[in-house]
């Protein structure tokens, strides 16, 4: 492969396909947590962004030395993804039911740092197949891959916090409830994409 513009945009949209499930996640947060302080919301989309940048790597360095260990996990992937997305949303829409009133409820609610990370893993876990999709780049035009692939996703999940901070000033109470199924939708649609496309 070669240093051209083909490989910029491909990386470009690349990063946008993958990061539709963190953009997503990013509105489902934003609902939950509407008074989240613009530090907050660059650290959060820095997260989705590590994870984006580091699944490809990892995927790429997969092929590159353990390529048949590796196949037989991606079958995994979808399972992995259902099972954390639909336990956090789970979650969330469980605290919205049977807590609304409750201010321990809403605390409890907002996004924690574990709770960020498993949704890193959940959104990002798909990206590791796309090391096959770069396996024919050197090491540096991996990096520089991944590289864009996290500077998208960062650019999109910040958009999709602003709108979820804005959307959940206006439905108050039901942000929280909104943001789960959000999470569980998400969740199957990794699942059912993951193992009949």
Same mark, same amino acid.
């Not at 997260?47 to 580091?54: D, G, H, I, K, L």
């Not at 949303?89 to 039911?97: L, P």
């Given at each position: 492969m070669e240093w051209n513009l083909i490989f910029f945009v491909n990386s470009v949209l690349l990063g946008v396909g993958l990061a539709m499930d963190a953009f997503s996640v990013s509105i489902a947060n934003a609902l939950s947590e509407s008074s989240m302080r613009k530090s907050r919301m660059c650290f959060i989309a820095g997260?989705?962004? @590590? @994870?984006? @940048?580091?699944m490809p790597m990892i995927g790429w360095i997969c092929v590159h030395t353990i390529v048949e260990y590796f196949s037989k996990f991606e079958v995994l992937i979808p399972w992995i993804a259902l099972a954390l997305l639909l336990w956090i $949303? $789970?979650?969330?829409?469980?605290?919205?039911?049977h807590g609304e009133e409750d201010e321990a409820a809403k605390v409890a609610a907002k996004l924690t740092f574990a709770t960020l990370m498993i949704q890193g893993v959940a959104t990002s876990i798909d990206a590791l197949s796309v090391g096959f999709t770069i396996a024919d780049y050197g090491l540096l035009m991996a990096l520089v891959a991944s590289l864009i692939i996290a500077g998208v996703t960062f650019a999109i999940c910040m958009t999709g916090l602003l709108i979820g901070k804005k959307a959940g000033d206006k439905l108050g109470a039901k942000a929280t409830l909104a943001g789960g199924l959000i999470l569980v939708g998400i969740g199957i649609e990794i699942f059912v994409k993951g193992l009949f496309f």
């Open positions: 997260v989705y962004a @590590f @994870f984006q @940048f580091a $949303g $789970g979650k969330m829409i469980w605290e919205a039911v």
